[in-house]
């Protein structure tokens, strides 16, 4: 079934999800599968974290590896994707339209938020690619108002990819480790939390996840990797139902969960 709109939030998990992509990655292969071929993608990743919204107008795009210390093999991969200048004014413009500020960087290329999951559902690496940054000092309500902006280009044939997690304490992990490897019990907790008021189309819960939530604090340390499934949320509109294509836990602490609009 092809989606009814151009929003996806996805999960990049840790950087060897690229050599072990299981059951998430089978799952954003056959969700590619079902959608229109777009004429570009803008990608939102956690790893571009700016002051103010920063869209990528690079022709070729850079593979970042902004990572240290995994599998050799990571460091070999690349994501060959073009830009597209065309698409990247169309997002500057809807941007700034909707009131923001907004900068331009002709040399950014893809981190590992965005070619990862790019990777799992695109491998041939054949569709422009358009980056944006999050401003994880601006919090869920300014995420949710860039998607918004961008609502417009998802009419437009362009792919709104919002990538993140849904839990993201990294802090956590050896404590799992040190438990037996065993998922923390807040992990589930937080993505059963998350998936209900999706499905509820609960956003004013959503937005206020750390004081409407038991444990949205503890499974974010730091916001930026739940404000992308923000922007894809606004970016989708209130008309949108979201729909879960997966739901699984990896590396203990991490909430693969994603979402496709409907």
Known sequence: ??????????????????????????????????????RAIVVVSPHW????????????????????????????????????????????????????????DAQRGLDHGAWIPLRQMFPDADIPVVPLSVQSHAGPAHAYRIGQALAALAQDNILIVASGNITHNLRDYQTARMAGGQTLAYVQDFADWVHQHM????????????????????????????????????????????????????DYVIAMDGYSFH
Request: negative net charge.
């Open 199 to 250: 499905v509820a189309k609960d956003t004013p819960a959503l937005l206020n996840y750390r004081q409407a939530s038991a444990s949205g604090a503890r499974a974010h340390p730091s916001e930026e990797h739940l404000l992308p499934l923000f922007t894809a949320l606004g970016a989708a509109g209130p008309q949108a139902q979201p729909q879960a294509f997966y739901r699984g836990t990896s």
């Open 49 to 104: 974290d700016t002051a103010v919204p920063t869209v990528g107008t690079a022709t070729q795009l850079e593979t970042i590896h902004d990572f240290g210390g995994f599998d050799s093999r990571l460091y070999d991969l690349r994501y060959p994707a073009t830009g597209c200048p065309e698409a990247a004014q169309q997002v500057v413009v809807a941007l700034q339209t909707h009131g923001f500020a907004v900068q331009q």
């Open 1 to 38: 079934m092809q989606t009814a709109r151009n929003v996806l939030f996805v999960p990049h998990g840790a950087p060897t999800f690229a050599l072990h992509p299981g059951a998430a990655g089978a799952a954003m292969a056959q969700l590619a599968q079902g959608l229109v071929t777009p």
